[in-house]
């Protein structure tokens, strides 16, 4: 056959549109939403996870961290002060988990932030949870530095997992312009080390969906 056809021609062009439409959508959607951004809390949550950990904490355990070692215990078959010597042994700057395979400990790790971490830094990983005096842009896992860590290294693993472990705090101005300390408290005796690395699971998790080498177009300093 020669020359051009014209359907043919048509659907290339259709095809074109559709595309620009797409990007221009793309871009339109990311101002109010980041667009390859965090994917919503209750996508990641397997509900039996949300079960599991539920009755776990159901049992009256103190603190999570002792609920999840009993239960780790029961199920290891050995004695509660073995599973702790076990999970203080756990590295602090490697996680056992891998975000990018292990949807089962993303998920797990979901459940953590729902119940410890939403509270502030907001159901969407955006900084605006309703425990907030003000919007925290730096608790912000769509803000380009986080993003970064994320995308292009994974997560910054060992610096999450000690500023989760020992806790944090941020001056900002509230909403009057008053200057106050905003704490996260450290969670070291609250979570085990294990459930710790779940949570950071979960965060690495967020940007998953962008390839590897995809490259954020600026960085934060
Ligand atoms: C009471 C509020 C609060 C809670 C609850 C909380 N955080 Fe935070 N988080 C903060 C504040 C405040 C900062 C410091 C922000 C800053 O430095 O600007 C922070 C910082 C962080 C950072 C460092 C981010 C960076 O820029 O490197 C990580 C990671 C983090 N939190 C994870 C968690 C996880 C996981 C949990 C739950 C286990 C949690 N946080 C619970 C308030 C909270």
Not at 19 to 47: M, N
Not at 117 to 126: K, S, T
Not at 134 to 151: A, E
Not at 187 to 196: H, M, N, P, S, V
Request: proline share 7%; with cysteine.
């Amino acid at each position: 056959m020669f020359g051009t056809n014209p359907t043919g021609e048509h659907v290339r062009n259709y095809r074109a549109v559709r595309a620009a439409a797409g990007i221009t959508g793309c871009v339109a959607f990311s101002v109010l939403v980041s667009c390859a951004g965090p994917q919503p809390l209750s996508r990641a949550i397997r509900p039996q996870d949300e079960q599991a950990y539920d009755e776990m904490m159901a049992r009256g355990a103190a603190t999570p961290r002792l609920a999840f070692l009993t239960n780790r215990a029961e199920e290891m078959g050995i004695t509660l002060a073995e599973a702790e010597r076990r999970d203080d042994a756990l590295s602090s700057t490697r996680n056992p988990f891998n975000a990018r395979r292990d949807p089962v400990a993303v998920s797990r790790g979901a459940v953590i932030y729902k119940n410890e971490c939403m509270a502030c830094h907001g159901e969407h990983v955006d900084g605006r949870g309703p425990a907030l005096p003000v919007p925290l842009d730096s608790l912000n896992f769509h803000r380009t530095g986080l993003r970064w860590d994320i995308t292009m290294r994974g997560g910054a693993a060992g610096k999450w997992f000690k500023t989760i472990e020992n806790g944090t705090s941020v001056e900002v101005k509230d909403k009057s312009g008053t200057p106050i300390t905003i704490s996260m408290p450290p969670f070291k005796d609250r979570l085990a080390r294990e459930q710790i690395w779940l949570a950071v699971t979960y965060l690495q998790s967020l940007d998953k969906d962008i390839p590897e080498s995809a490259t954020p177009k600026s960085t934060e300093p």
